[in-house]
T-cell receptor, first 112, second 114 residues
């Protein structure tokens, strides 16, 4: 099984930098995803990490430390449209099927 | 390709009625997933298909729930004898193998059981 923890809510100012953290516990780690979900809409894929380190991808890079069971999503130059929930999801090898489990998400509010 | 399509977008039903949702995945994607999401929570895994084979079912999926993917194309999720606790957003997603690009989600079907 898996246990994924994220802060419930965060608030940041337009133009600033914010870091959304995710910690997880799993027995068969095989990748970590970040998704963005605006209210009332479907999640959209942001980034994927399977190796340690920073995966650079424009404003939506992501960092992973497998030994610490930790990932973070650094959001730069925040825009009002970045107000959304950010979901951390962990893929776990479970027999022939690699199951993806989502955290409860971090609701980010960007203020002027 | 227009992405993952789900119908209907909204469904209001009386407790005890049966409902069926449809998902049309991206045509090249052989893997299809159903998730359920309630307010303030992340998506919870329900079931997974590879082509037409249903390979995994969550313990959340009681015997009132059944899913099919005939011919490995579209999928249906049926809930029999709906209960108020079934009220949620039902999300379908598809992917090609277990790639690095994550899942592509549909817009979901919002079910309200009254």
């Amino acid at each position: 099984g898996q246990n994924i923890d994220q802060p419930t809510e965060m608030t940041a100012t337009e133009g600033a930098i914010v870091q959304i953290n995710c910690t997880y516990q799993t027995s068969g780690f095989n990748g970590l995803f970040w998704y963005q979900q605006h209210a009332g809409e479907a999640p959209t894929f942001l980034s994927y990490n399977v190796l340690d380190g920073l995966e650079e991808k424009g404003r939506f890079s992501s960092f992973l430390s497998r030994s610490k069971g930790y990932s973070y999503l650094p959001l730069k130059e925040l825009q009002m449209k970045d107000s959304a929930s950010y979901l951390c999801a962990v893929r776990e090898a479970a027999g022939g099927y690699q199951k993806v489990t989502f955290g409860t998400g971090t609701k980010l509010q960007v203020i002027p | 390709d227009t992405g993952v399509s789900q119908n209907p977008r909204h469904k209001i039903t009386k407790r005890g009625q049966n409902v069926t949702f449809r998902c049309d995945p991206i045509s090249e994607h052989n893997r299809l997933y159903w998730y359920r999401q309630t307010l303030g929570q992340g998506p919870e895994f329900l079931t997974y298909f590879q082509n037409e084979a249903q390979l995994e079912k969550s313990r959340l999926l009681s015997d009132r729930f059944s899913a099919e993917r005939p011919k490995g194309s579209f999928s249906t999720l049926e809930i029999q004898r709906t209960e108020q606790g079934d009220s949620a957003m039902y999300l379908c997603a598809s992917s090609y193998r277990q790639g690095h690009n994550g899942y592509t989600f549909g817009s979901g079907t919002r079910l309200t059981v009254v």
